[in-house]
């Protein structure tokens, strides 16, 4: 007996002009497909699964997204979005404190998404295009970082001999490998000692005083 062919759009319809019933189902495929990608990875992912677990029809899949990587790249771009997204500080405080919350902001953005982030590491390993859009997402936080760095080097506060850029980069390498061990390898640590260690190691590598005793 013949397969039954799915009749798909070739190209989904834009989130835009989406009804608030199509955003819904849309919703529900992307949390489907996390749940998916996370539980058996992304190489075992099949579109079929994320279907299944949405509880939709298989076609109507493809009214929302063209492929299992289309929806991994839209989950994988909504991670980075909430991992770098900064709270909001006091403007008042002292820039060794901005960056100890900045650094805590991370650490807790980091452990809400660790499993879906282990995936993303593992896909940018075989995947040129997953390993372009990791970079993208880190440039965007070491740009962040560095003109941080370079506008406290004009105040004085941060050791002149630095490169903003360099300086960015190996500290946020330092954060991310360390956390990776941690929440995603399992590496045994104690969560406040571990984060207290980064973020003194993040003061110390600047110079930056620290405002606890």
Not at 15 to 35: M, Y
Not at 70 to 77: A, D, K, Y
Not at 145 to 156: L, V
Request: aromatic content about 8%; proline content about 4%.
């Amino acid at each position: 007996m013949a397969k039954s062919s799915v009749n798909t759009p070739s190209v989904p319809a834009p989130v835009e002009t989406l009804t608030a019933r199509g955003r819904k189902t849309r919703d529900a495929l992307l949390d489907a497909a996390r749940t998916v990608f996370e539980t058996v990875g992304f190489p075992d992912t099949r579109v079929e699964q994320i279907t299944q677990e949405a509880n939709v029809a298989y076609g109507t899949f493809y009214r929302y997204f063209e492929s299992k990587e289309h929806i991994f790249r839209e989950l994988s771009t909504r991670l980075f979005e909430d991992v770098h997204r900064r709270e909001p500080t006091d403007p008042d405080l002292s820039p060794a404190a901005r960056l100890v919350a900045a650094n805590r902001s991370y650490y807790k953005a980091y452990r809400r998404n660790a499993r879906l982030m282990a995936i993303v590491e593992q896909v940018a390993t075989i995947n040129d295009e997953f390993r372009e859009l990791r970079h993208e997402h880190r440039s965007q936080l070491i740009e962040r970082t560095s003109r941080a760095i370079a506008r406290w080097q004009q105040e004085g506060l941060v050791r002149q001999s630095l490169d903003p850029i360099l300086a960015a980069r190996a500290m946020s390498a330092m954060v991310d490998h360390t956390l990776y061990l941690w929440l995603i390898q399992g590496e045994a640590a104690d969560e406040e000692a571990l984060l207290s260690t980064l973020d003194q190691m993040c003061l110390g590598a600047l110079g930056l005083e620290s405002d606890s005793p």
